[in-house]
């Protein structure tokens, strides 16, 4: 058995202002982490015998996932297409929309479409190219909408939209 594994596709590059602020302050955050961290590694590496010194070990690792978040974040901040503009029409769902849906046994969610970046599930922002913002996308007030999840097909009527 290989370990190969299928490459996932590509997520959108499309984010909102708010996002793109959130992650150009991480990627200056851990430009300042990762000057702290280096610090701190080389005061271990300074104690001596590094094959049995946690600190250094640990710094190491740490340093590994700052430059790892680092890299990614200056690749992808580049291509990023910022959604400034709402979209002509506010009757139908689009990118950046707040989107509240109601259930089969009338309970309410509410949940805002943006980028893969950015999603947080806490806050009610899922991605673009989940499931349910692709069944959602062009629709209007009104409509059923029907989703497959894991706990089987739900089926959600649209209530509002706002920007």
């Known amino acids: 058995m290989s370990r190969y594994r299928v490459p996932q596709p590509p997520s959108s590059l499309y984010i909102t202002p708010a996002g793109y602020t959130t992650l150009d302050d991480e990627l200056k955050a851990l430009w300042k982490r990762r000057h702290l ?44 297409k910022v959604v400034h503009d709402k979209p002509s029409t506010s009757d139908r769902i689009f990118f950046g929309a707040w989107v509240t849906l109601e259930d089969d046994d009338g309970r309410e969610i509410i949940y805002r479409i943006v980028g893969a ?8 922002f899922i991605s673009i190219d989940s499931p349910m913002a692709k069944a959602l996308l062009k629709k209007e007030i009104d409509d059923e909408v029907k989703v497959k999840t894991p706990d089987g097909d739900q089926c959600l009527t649209i209530c509002a939209i706002r920007y």
């Open 117 to 124: 970046d950015e999603t947080d599930p806490q806050l009610g």
């Open 37 to 80: 961290v280096v610090e701190a590694l080389s005061a271990a590496a300074a104690e001596g015998d590094r094959s049995e010194n946690a600190e250094y070990i640990y710094r190491k690792k740490e340093l590994r996932g700052i430059d790892r978040r680092i890299r990614y974040l200056q690749k992808r901040l580049p291509d990023f």
